[in-house]
């Protein structure tokens, strides 16, 4: 086995950031936040290892806490959200089996005044899977889309923050979820800027960055299988898994994980609509603090709320552009009307009936 230095991680790290491609198919993944760790140490592992074939896609554990059914590549939003739909209640009996329930919230008692070995641990969300794009400069090319994904990011953060509460209680953020997280600049270089988020995140359970461990004596360095569990854990709100991973939305109640999906791949993926995101987030690049603000505030942050309210009427143009289906389009039309037209998120609804009297 040899070990890695800081120089033979940071080639590897690069090499495997992006496999360039066309943007045209999508996959998304819905985690499942468990009542309790309810997931026994072997089943966790045999979902991590083995990863369970569902009809379409997988199941796999992120922790006791936190199971996973992952959909697979698909030709368009339709078909990925279809065949995901199909997937997704298929885990229940088996998690069901160790009597404990699937939440509908993004989390339960995770603190967001204190960060865990991984927010991914004990919170749930949903993350969408895109071509890279190509590998070169234009519409189409990765640099632009990276560029563009960092700068969609808070804006769709904030419409889909949904974890108001720890053990019941407002903490003051409407996203304890991406309370958790930090979402690092971008530059020209997305390759780049991938190789030092990953050098430079902590290693679980080591209180030490992983460049730090490339660092160290030639006795203790890490290997290869070290590096690919550290990938796992490492959860930016925007990633490189050789494709583009966006993991922005906390989960959504019952059937509302279709619209983050929907939303994402139409702004992502249709070129008028990327160019209308760009010119309604110019306004947030030099605001300080951004994604603080949008997991403290959601929507209610006035110049997010603005910066909403352009992205997500052009992602209803571009899905109508693309013909989804009417009953998709309906769906994301009532997200709209509900929260993005009022400056409101879903965490505002939990938040609602956390505060409202109770009357004997």
Known sequence: MISLTERSAELLITDTAFTPARPGLVGAAVDLLLSRPGLPGSLTGSLVRDRP???????????PRVAVVSGPPSPGIDSAIARLAEDLPMPLPLIGGHDVAVLEEASDDVDPAVAGPSPAWATAGIRIGLEAGLDEDGLLGLRRRWALAHALAPVLAGAFANSPLRHGRPTGWRSNRQALRRLRPCTADPRADWTALVLDAPVVNTGRTFRDWTRSGPGDRPMLADLARHLGTVRPPVAARRHLELDVADRQPGAGWRIPVAVTAAL??????AVQVLTATEPLRTVPGLWERAARSGLSDPQLGAAAKACFLAAYEALARQGVSRELRDAVAAFIDRYVMRGRCPADDVLDRATAPHHL
Do not use: N, Q, V
């Open 53 to 63: 074939r569902l009809r379409h896609g997988f199941l796999t554990a992120r922790s």
């Open 268 to 273: 992502m993926d249709d070129p008028r609509a």
